[in-house]
């Protein structure tokens, strides 16, 4: 139990480290876009990364707690729950990204952030590509982490660029697309790697039955 409690110490502590990056990197990008875009900038780019959130929201749908709960029961099914949450995912993140788009241009208040909000909601391709539950049920923490602090690395690197060669506010959002996206598809590989990753094909009842 004490060599348990020592593992649990460590993972907390690994991914507290990674989240304590993650947000100052977030922070100091934050005040890079404010003082090169001005208050404006900096609001647009916020309301465009709360649209987008809600998105992402929609295409996750609860399944990373669903698949926690499955692949404990059944350890066995977890590559069909993997290709099964894929699935939908992609399904839920075209459905999402068109909604999203939509309300976006129909509502005045919102059409100034629509280009920002086209750029970043590209990113939301990163939730089925890695889907961020499947290191975490498989104990790899450090996975997660690196994951985590790689894409705000990446951002950061991406968002100094576009400052320095005079990219104008959809290049910053596009710097934060290519950061997840990329790690996304680094983390793809990994799944490939440690795990029996073997194609399940998915019926639409499956993914039916997933919705319920």
């Known amino acids: 139990m004490h060599l348990k409690g020592e593992r649990i110490v460590q993972r907390v502590l690994v991914l507290g480290s990674a989240n304590l990056f993650a947000s100052a990197i977030g922070f100091l990008a934050a005040i ?13 780019t916020n309301l465009a990364v709360s649209v987008v959130a809600f998105a992402l929201a ?8 669903y698949a926690f709960r499955k692949a404990s029961a059944s350890p066995d099914a977890i590559g069909h729950q993997f290709a099964v949450i894929g699935r939908l995912r992609t399904s839920m993140m075209i459905a999402s990204d068109s909604a999203m788009m939509g309300v976006v241009v129909l509502i005045p208040q919102l059409r100034d952030a629509t280009p920002l909000v086209a750029v970043l909601g590209l990113s939301i391709v990163a939730s089925p590509l890695a ?30 660029l576009a400052i320095f060669t005079g990219g104008s506010l959809w290049m910053v959002l596009l710097a934060k697309t290519v950061a997840d996206t990329v790690v996304a598809l ?21 993914v039916l039955h997933l919705i319920r």
């Open 58 to 65: 929609s295409t996750t749908f609860g399944t990373d707690l």
């Open 131 to 160: 889907q961020e539950w499947l290191p975490q049920f498989l104990r790899r923490t450090d996975v997660t982490a690196l994951a985590s602090a790689a894409a705000q690395s990446i951002y950061i690197g991406l968002l100094s």
């Open 32 to 44: 890079v876009i404010a003082r090169n875009f001005g208050p404006e900038g900096l609001g647009l």
């Open 186 to 206: 680094g983390v793809r590989v990994w799944i490939r790697r440690s795990f029996d990753h073997t194609k399940h094909g998915v019926s639409l009842g499956q």
